[in-house]
C-alpha cells in the first residue's frame, strides 16, 4: 500500500537538554533525524517524505540529506509552533495522495511491518494509529490524590506513526484551524469529526527520542538489532 509520510522536525527538544535540535544528536554516528527518515527512505511502498522545519535549519537538513542519500523528501516547509500547525503546513503542500502517515521524526525505530499494516487499516477503514497496551497499573490522580484504578486491559500508549485517508487528515486539520482547535495529535482530531480511529499494535522498541536517558536506551536497540541479524 503506497503512502506519504510527513514528518513534524521544527520542535525544540527542551527536554533532551542539547542546547540544539535533539534530532541532529548522533545516534552510532549517525543523526537521529537520519535514522527515521532511512527508513521511509527504504520503503518501496513510501512515494514521497514532508519534512516541517525551522527555516534556520533548512541549510543544514539539506545538506544532511545529500550526505546521506535521502531522496524522496519532497518538501521541507516551514514548521509552526506546534505540531499541528507543522503537520498542516505540509498537508498544505502536497498533492491529494490516498494514504498519508504522520511519524515523529524523533522514532527511528519503527518497523516496516507495522507502517504498511497501518497504511492497508487506513486505506480500509480511515484512521489507524500505532499504539502498545498499558503495562503498569494505571491510576487516576487529582491533586496528587488517587481517585481511581483504572483498568489497564483498556489502557493503550499511543504512538507514531497515525495513518489516515488523505481527506479525511485535510478536513479535520482544516475544521481544527477553523475553529482554534489545538490537538494533541492527528487522532484527535479525527476523532472530532466523529469518525472511529483503529489501533495498530506496535513495539515496545518505537520509543521516541525526548530524553538523554532515551540515548542510552537508542543505542542499546541498535545493537540488539545487529546481533539479531547477524545471529
Known amino acids: 500500500m503506497n503512502y506519504e509520510v510527513v514528518l513534524p522536525a521544527a520542535g525544540s527538544g527542551k527536554r533532551m537538554g542539547a542546547g540544539q535540535n535533539k534530532l541532529f544528536l548522533l545516534l552510532e554516528e549517525k543523526p537521529i533525524l537520519i535514522h527515521t527518515l532511512e527508513v521511509f527512505q527504504q520503503d518501496e511502498n513510501c512515494t514521497g517524505i514532508w519534512l516541517a522545519v525551522k527555516p534556520e535549519e533548512r541549510g543544514y537538513i539539506e545538506q544532511l540529506l545529500n550526505r546521506f542519500g535521502i531522496t524522496k523528501v519532497k518538501g521541507l516547509p516551514d514548521g509552526g509552533l506546534e505540531r499541528q500547525h507543522s503537520v498542516h503546513a505540509c498537508i498544505k503542500n502536497m498533492d491529494q495522495v490516498e494514504i498519508v502517515l504522520v511519524h515523529d521524526a524523533a522514532r527511528p525505530f519503527i518497523t516496516l511491518p507495522i507502517i504498511q499494516k497501518l497504511a492497508l487499516t487506513a486505506q480500509e477503514k480511515g484512521a489507524a494509529i500505532a499504539g502498545v497496551r498499558a503495562k503498569d497499573t494505571m491510576k487516576k490522580v487529582i491533586n496528587n490524590v488517587i481517585v481511581e484504578t483504572v483498568d489497564r486491559d483498556t489502557l493503550w500508549m499511543i504512538q507514531t506513526p497515525q495513518a489516515f485517508r488523505f481527506s479525511l487528515l485535510a478536513q479535520a486539520e482544516d475544521h481544527a ?3 482554534g482547535f489545538l490537538g494533541t495529535d492527528e487522532a484527535m482530531l479525527i476523532e472530532r469529526l466523529g469518525h472511529k480511529v483503529h ?29 539479531t541479524q547477524i545471529g
Open 199 to 227: 489501533i495498530v499494535e506496535s513495539s515496545y522498541d518505537n520509543i521516541k527520542m525526548t530524553t538523554k536517558e532515551d540515548l542510552m536506551l537508542g543505542e542499546a536497540i541498535l545493537k540488539k538489532r545487529r546481533e
Open 177 to 179: 484551524e477553523k475553529e
